[in-house]
């Protein structure tokens, strides 16, 4: 298993508000396709400006599963909703949108 | 069960070296307390200035076990090393180091 650490940044204060009422009731067959790729235990947090996401993969190919969620049609309305409130940090690797971080310390 | 997101900031590239070698070796006591004091599933992951913590309480009074994490003599010696590593943000509250952040999802 390995878990993720995630940033991304809110474009304003009213998107963060937008962002926690889509959150708090996802569209239909998203929340089914996160767990279908294998994705569990699965948080996002928000402060200021910033969110951080947290999250735990089970399977074993990653860029498999990441691509089925891609090619989803439920998801792909979903991210097209959401995906807009959102801005990548500036120094973000190409192509990403969410950012991963460093794992520098895990206790069970 | 509480999960908890929490943030704060490293003060330079060089801190954020040292940082991920204590806690690659943390001190001894450091992790039993944590464990003593209901904190399970602890990460911290790090991106640029930020450092992002993700825990789960499965006590039943956190106040009381952060109380007692913070008599730890262990702790407070590891306390002394790593704390002047890292910078709270401008905007915490009254008395944080880190920063508590909002729950905006989650998906088991």
Redesign the interface.
């Known amino acids: 298993m390995k878990?993720f650490?995630q940033?991304i940044k809110i474009k304003s204060p009213e998107d963060l508000e937008k962002?926690?009422m889509h959150?708090a009731n996802?569209m239909p067959g998203v929340?089914e396709m996160?767990?279908e790729c294998n994705?569990?235990?699965?948080?996002?947090?928000?402060?200021?400006e910033?969110?951080?996401a947290?999250f735990e993969y089970v399977g074993d190919d990653f860029e498999a599963d990441m691509a089925k969620m891609a090619a989803d049609p439920n998801t792909q309305a979903w991210w097209d909703v959401v995906k807009p409130l959102m801005q990548p940090?500036d120094?973000r690797a190409e192509g990403d949108f969410w950012?991963?971080?460093?794992?520098?310390?895990?206790?069970?």
Chains 1, 2 share one sequence.
């Open positions: 878990r650490g940033m962002y926690k959150h996802p929340n996160i767990k994705l569990q235990n699965y948080s996002i947090f928000s402060r200021g910033y969110l951080f947290y940090l120094d950012s991963d971080m460093e794992s520098v310390y895990y206790l069970a």
